[in-house]
């Protein structure tokens, strides 16, 4: 487990280097790197960027998968398998792969290097994720409850809204922390997608290491790290990461 964890974990000392370049162990320490990350006007915009679109993909993702789930677990007709199939197969296909057949598709339609252009394309990844953990947490879910709400006169929304969606909150939960660090995180499709135009995040850091070797990166990357766990943990101490996917 330690080898595996541990080139996340020295991205933290190398992240406070003293010096010019990544060097292990660093021959001095200091924030001078934090600093400048401040400082980098292009750094701070790709993060701004990031930032908006993944929170965005995961409203929209959130507002499409939460019905199809329901669509999927609830009801039984014709063509079911087959939707639940189209709607995971991103997951199958290799990102560089699914990349070119999306900027192929976006070309067409003048979508490259635009905010709607990168949204879209950001919940063909997001969309199954949380498609997967709705649908699960729908499946494990008492259905005699509804049935119960039901039989007592209470209208389809009225089960939906106080007796479906409320037990669904840890779903909903896990599913808007998954579909966000996804969408932050991508980067082979928005390399393709989001163009010279669109700064976000993880292309900024993508092109700075092909010319800089400076331990800036660690900083970015300390902090994504720190903010990753910070969202896991939130969501585990608020509702359990374990009640959306094995109850």
């Given at each position: ?200 995040l993880p292309v900024s850091l ?42």
């Amino acid at each position: 487990m330690m080898f595996l964890l541990a080139p996340v974990i020295l991205v933290f000392p190398i992240s406070f280097s003293a010096d010019a370049f990544v060097a292990w162990p660093p021959s001095a320490w200091s924030t001078r790197w934090y600093v400048a990350l401040l400082h980098n006007e292009e750094m701070v915009t790709a993060f701004r960027n990031s930032l908006l679109i993944a929170a965005c993909v995961t409203a929209i993702t959130l507002l499409v998968a939460m019905p199809a789930a329901v669509a999927l677990t609830r009801w039984g007709f014709r063509g079911r398998d087959a939707l639940i199939s189209l709607f995971t197969a991103p997951l199958l296909l290799p990102s560089i792969v699914l990349g070119l057949a999306i900027l192929v598709i976006f070309a067409g339609y003048g979508l490259v290097s635009s905010w709607p252009g990168v949204v879209i394309a950001h919940l063909v990844i997001t969309l199954p994720y949380a498609l997967r953990v709705l649908m699960t947490g729908l499946s494990t879910m008492p259905p005699f409850v509804e049935d119960a709400a039901g039989t007592l006169g209470a209208a389809p929304w009225q089960v939906f809204r106080q007796i479906t969606l409320p037990l669904m909150t840890p779903a909903l939960v896990a599913s808007a922390a998954l579909a966000f660090i996804v969408s932050f995180d991508e980067v082979v499709i928005s390399l393709f997608i989001a163009g010279t135009q669109l700064k976000l995040l993880p292309v900024s850091l993508y092109h700075y290491v092909e010319s800089w070797t400076d331990p800036l990166v660690a900083a970015v990357s300390a902090l994504l790290v720190l903010g990753t766990l910070g969202i896991v943990l939130i969501v585990e101490r608020a509702i359990g990461l374990g009640k959306a996917v094995s109850k």
